[in-house]
């Protein structure tokens, strides 16, 4: 029995609205190194935590929180209580998602407005899974890694 690779068939007639969002200004090169040391270890906190630190230095709290709170929430650490992490994450999230979405590479800029397509998923403080369109994907996705 062969699989299909395309699960589910879209209609052309569907076609999602897009919404595009603002780019925010590339990061300064102690920022881009730091994201850089992310990507190098996707499954190490460290570097994870050190950009942290480095965005509540640079008066970016919320980021950092959000980050530290998603690594505890991982590790499943009781400190602060899980009920009351996991609602601090939502809030945060639900207030400053369209503002840090900003900072994804081009093709992940467009948002849909569709059942289709879902908010990006954030693990550990950074975007863990992200629908797009194809073509997009295409052009840019190497910008993604």
């Known amino acids: 029995m062969a ?27 102690d920022e881009a190194a730091l994201l850089k040391a992310v ?6 906190d460290l570097p994870r935590l050190v950009y942290a630190d480095w965005l509540e230095e640079h008066g970016r709290e919320d980021r950092a929180e959000f ?14 209580g899980r009920w009351e992490r996991q609602k601090r994450i939502y809030d ?5 998602a369209v503002r840090w979405l900003r900072e994804l590479p081009k093709c992940a800029l467009t948002q849909y407005d569709s059942s289709n397509y ?28």
């Open 67 to 80: 980050i530290r709170l998603q690594i505890e929430a991982e590790r499943d650490t009781p400190e602060s």
């Open 118 to 145: 879902s908010q990006p998923a954030c693990r550990r403080g950074f975007v863990s899974e992200l629908d797009i369109v194809a073509a997009p994907f295409l052009s840019y996705g190497p910008q993604l890694h």
């Open 3 to 29: 699989l299909n690779p395309l699960p589910q068939r879209v209609s052309l007639d569907e076609t999602p609205r897009r919404v595009k969002l603002i780019a925010m200004p590339r990061p300064s090169p």
């Open 39 to 44: 990507c190098r270890a996707p499954a190490d």
């Open 92 to 96: 945060l999230h639900r207030d400053h």
